[in-house]
């Protein structure tokens, strides 16, 4: 069990509470002291055989802060007066979950603000039935699966909880989940209290701030943890690189992240397809037909096939920069390589030759594809008609493209 940043006895709970909105930690009593002290007892520690399910009634309590009444969580086991919402979730509890979990579950799918706090609903469960690692892991497994909004302050909870043993991982569980919502304060606040308790951030927690920085635009910070996760004096691995690229790529700084490339490339750390796909992807954006050849070169080096959607990346970038001739040259060396072209490939080439006006050229490319069986369709065929239809050789167009069928099929027609 990871041990706290406080010397708390065994049997109390951890010094911080859940973050409130400001997220600001403060020491407070156990939740077990003040939800089940009693006149004549004087020990928290000590737990009765109460019933699995129980009424526990705690009088109102000013806040502190407004002066107002604080209402307390008061246990009720569930009974059949629910809306249907809340019927059909709890019928969707897994049939092997244990009683324990799905006691608290049912508490916290029927749960409201005026019931009290979720937090003395949780401290409740772990007065009442004593869950383990397991019961806690098995909860918010499930709470996860429905995304349930309440999933995040339950985990934070658990995180006080002696009986939840808390580890490095579980603090970035949530700091990974708090940066899918783009929630950056929350993660970054999850992330100062882990230290505080005493956790040392590793390569995987750190590699998850870039992704959180990256995302939020704040390149400067994203480098600086980059940087810090070098000092761990450890190898980089490829998740860790991988992050940094993505973060130059997103403030259009492709160069950048292609440098590191070469470097992971040189400690024989090798990146991802996705990375690679999404450098190549801010090269052609933006024409940098030079840039997209050599990041299409090296997918190739790193053993990576490339498919439709990669050559259609290539073609992409001289279709922006206007070089019609590399984007059909593009095009043939991906059927050489026996690839499928799709009617996204079509229509990037359609494309080029329509920047430069070269209709002579795009009708050779459409007699070529019908020559070899292949089908324009949706896209490619709407780039068409809006070109002709700006040119006014709609009905000339398909009375050549109808001739030129028929004279392909006379000639197979001679052939056989």
């Given at each position: 069990?990871?041990?706290?940043?406080?010397?708390?006895?065994?049997?109390?709970?951890?010094?911080?509470?859940?973050?409130?909105?400001?997220?600001?930690?403060?020491?407070?009593?156990?939740?077990?002291?003040?939800?089940?002290?009693?006149?004549?007892?004087?020990?928290?520690?000590?737990?009765?055989?109460?019933?699995?399910?129980?009424?526990?009634?705690?009088?109102?309590?000013?806040?502190?802060?407004?002066?107002?009444?604080?209402?307390?969580?008061?246990?009720?086991?569930?009974?059949?007066?629910?809306n249907?919402?809340?019927?059909?979730?709890?019928?969707?509890?897994?049939?092997?979950?244990k009683k324990?979990?799905?006691?608290?579950?049912?508490?916290i799918i029927?749960?409201s603000?005026?019931?009290?706090?979720?937090?003395?609903?949780?401290?409740?469960?772990?007065?009442?039935?004593?869950?383990?690692?397991a019961?806690?892991?098995?909860?918010?497994?499930?709470?996860?699966?429905?995304?349930?909004?309440?999933?995040l302050?339950?985990?934070?909870?658990?995180?006080l909880?002696?009986?939840f043993?808390?580890?490095?991982?579980?603090?970035?569980?949530?700091?990974?989940?708090?940066?899918e919502?783009?929630?950056?304060?929350?993660?970054?606040?999850?992330?100062?209290?882990?230290?505080?308790?005493?956790?040392?951030?590793?390569?995987?927690?750190?590699?998850?701030?870039?992704?959180l920085?990256?995302?939020?635009?704040?390149?400067?910070?994203?480098?600086?943890?980059?940087?810090e996760?070098?000092?761990l004096?450890?190898?980089?691995d490829?998740?860790s690189?991988?992050?940094?690229?993505?973060?130059?790529i997103?403030?259009?700084?492709?160069e950048?992240?292609e440098?590191?490339?070469?470097?992971?490339?040189?400690?024989?750390?090798?990146?991802?397809?996705e990375?690679?796909?999404?450098?190549?992807?801010?090269?052609?954006?933006v024409?940098?037909t030079?840039?997209?050849?050599?990041?299409?070169?090296a997918?190739q080096?790193?053993?990576?096939?490339?498919?439709a959607?990669?050559?259609?990346?290539?073609?992409?970038?001289?279709?922006?920069?206007?070089?019609?001739?590399?984007?059909h040259?593009?095009?043939?060396?991906?059927r050489?390589?026996?690839?499928?072209?799709?009617?996204?490939?079509?229509?990037?080439?359609?494309?080029a030759?329509?920047?430069e006006?070269?209709?002579?050229?795009?009708?050779?490319?459409?007699?070529?594809?019908?020559?070899?069986?292949?089908?324009?369709?949706?896209?490619?065929?709407?780039?068409l008609?809006?070109?002709?239809?700006q040119l006014?050789?709609?009905?000339?167009?398909?009375?050549?493209?109808?001739?030129?069928?028929?004279?392909?099929?006379?000639?197979?027609?001679?052939?056989?």
């Amino acid at each position: 069990m990871a041990s706290s940043a406080c010397n708390m006895p065994s049997c109390s709970y951890g010094t911080y509470p859940i973050f409130s909105k400001t997220r600001t930690p403060r020491c407070i009593r156990s939740w077990g002291n003040l939800l089940f002290r009693k006149p004549g007892k004087i020990s928290s520690c000590a737990f009765s055989n109460e019933p699995e399910l129980a009424i526990i009634s705690v009088k109102e309590m000013e806040e502190p802060e407004t002066g107002e009444p604080k209402r307390r969580f008061r246990w009720v086991e569930i009974g059949p007066n629910i809306n249907e919402e809340q019927k059909e979730a709890i019928s969707k509890l897994p049939h092997k979950m244990k009683k324990r979990c799905k006691a608290v579950m049912k508490q916290i799918i029927c749960f409201s603000q005026e019931k009290g706090s979720l937090e003395d609903l949780l401290a409740a469960w772990v007065r009442i039935m004593k869950p383990r690692r397991a019961d806690w892991l098995a909860v918010l497994k499930q709470l996860k699966i429905m995304e349930h909004p309440l999933y995040l302050q339950v985990a934070e909870a658990a995180l006080l909880e002696e009986s939840f043993e808390a580890n490095v991982r579980d603090y970035t569980k949530i700091i990974h989940t708090y940066g899918e919502q783009n929630q950056l304060q929350d993660a970054t606040s999850t992330l100062i209290t882990m230290t505080r308790r005493g956790f040392i951030c590793d390569q995987v927690t750190l590699t998850i701030m870039i992704h959180l920085y990256s995302r939020a635009g704040n390149l400067k910070l994203a480098e600086e943890t980059f940087e810090e996760i070098k000092l761990l004096g450890e190898q980089l691995d490829k998740k860790s690189y991988g992050a940094m690229i993505l973060a130059y790529i997103r403030v259009g700084m492709p160069e950048k992240g292609e440098a590191l490339l070469l470097e992971m490339d040189s400690l024989e750390v090798y990146a991802g397809r996705e990375v690679y796909k999404a450098l190549l992807r801010a090269y052609s954006i933006v024409g940098n037909t030079k840039g997209a050849q050599r990041v299409f070169d090296a997918i190739q080096l790193a053993g990576f096939s490339p498919d439709a959607r990669i050559c259609g990346l290539l073609i992409n970038a001289y279709a922006v920069a206007g070089q019609s001739e590399h984007a059909h040259v593009a095009f043939e060396n991906m059927r050489r390589a026996v690839l499928e072209p799709s009617d996204k490939c079509i229509a990037l080439v359609l494309a080029a030759y329509e920047k430069e006006n070269k209709i002579n050229k795009a009708l050779d490319f459409l007699m070529g594809l019908e020559r070899h069986g292949i089908t324009v369709g949706k896209e490619a065929s709407g780039i068409l008609a809006a070109w002709f239809k700006q040119l006014g050789v709609v009905e000339e167009v398909e009375l050549v493209l109808r001739e030129y069928a028929s004279s392909e099929s006379h000639s197979e027609v001679a052939v056989s």
